[in-house]
DNA sequence: CCGTTTTCTTGTCTTTTGTTATCGTTTTGA
DNA sequence: TCAAAACGATAACAAAAGACAAGAAAACGG
């Protein structure tokens, strides 16, 4: 049945399947939330206690510098978000995560997924699968810095699979999203539909 | 006794605690290897089958686009090294990592700790503690690029724990490091040095 | 529904960065 | 050891991006 609960594991078992006995294990810790528009649903100072992963909406990460807001990624539905590197470093998180539209997500603490670590072997290595999956994501991210124009970078989310983010995301936080100005950016996308 | 397998096993400790036996499992897989100046450790296209501890040189981990080199990492003594990523995914690399001096290395297959990864509960942790260090790494970089100018990014790396990098690679290097050309590099320095 | 706010575009000017080329200096390898 | 290659600084010019401002368009909230 596709309940809330089903579609978290369905993504968990993207990394590592678990039997009915380790999903147990998690199952009685999670919550549904709603997130209202505008809302915090992590921040910046403050410990990584909870991530989740989002039924509807969509939320976005960022860092504060200088007073200005850097958006570093956005996430929509069945997404897992949370203030990871702040849950697995243990130091005050160093970003903010507010929800861009309502936002319903299904919650459990990092504590628990700790304890699952270190209680048994599968969960273990979804912890070692989930961070090899983000690195690859972070990666590539930064590559795509280091190497591509703006330009090349803007036609490379129109390509590739993160349309959503072109679809959904108000153009000045892609910008952000880009290392770029918005003005830059809507003069790159002036640029291109002249092509 | 400060051999080089030990030095090896302080740096994965330094992760995750291994008694005798633990790494008994690994210390009969190691094997000391010199890479010579300008030859490769990895290549592009191939797949990642080593992995390693640099017991003294230097290497850089690079990136080809349009012909051009890229780099992206530099490692230096007691630094891991190796092609990760393709590792992790079992595709064919999109690095290459080469020596920038004659570098003494201590290799063992990554297939050996993906057994190991297996087999053993402390293994698996260190697997995933492996890849959590290297994503707030790559995390720590990205945000320096999206956020930071190439001059606040070079005077980051002459603060920070990183003068190695500003003290034993050549600065065109350090320029593709940072994402910006050697000759805006020289201005960057030209430009501090006069205040 | 209307007024306010937010978002996006466009123009001008300035600053930064890239490109190309030149010139010493250093390093390298035969 | 010596010629060739690599490296770094610098200059002149071009291209790109940022800052600032004004105004149109869209979204939002009462």
Sequence with gaps: MSTPENTLRAQIE??????????????????????KKNTLFAEEGKMGKEVGMILEGCMRHYYTRDGEERSTYFYFENALVG?????????????????LADTQLIVFPYKRLAELFDANKTWERFGRKLAEWALIGVEERMVGLLTLSPEERYNQ?????????????????????LGITPVSLSRIRNRITKK
Tied chains: 1, 2.
């Design 14 to 35: 993207k990394l590592v399947p678990l039997s009915d006995a380790d999903w147990d294990l998690l199952l009685p810790h999670l919550e549904l939330r709603m997130v």
């Design 83 to 99: 203030p990871y590197l702040s849950c697995i470093t243990g130091q005050p998180s160093q970003i903010s995560i507010d929800a």
């Design 157 to 177: 989310l129109l390509a590739g699979n993160k349309q959503k983010i072109i679809e959904r995301i108000p153009q000045h936080l892609i910008a952000n999203y």
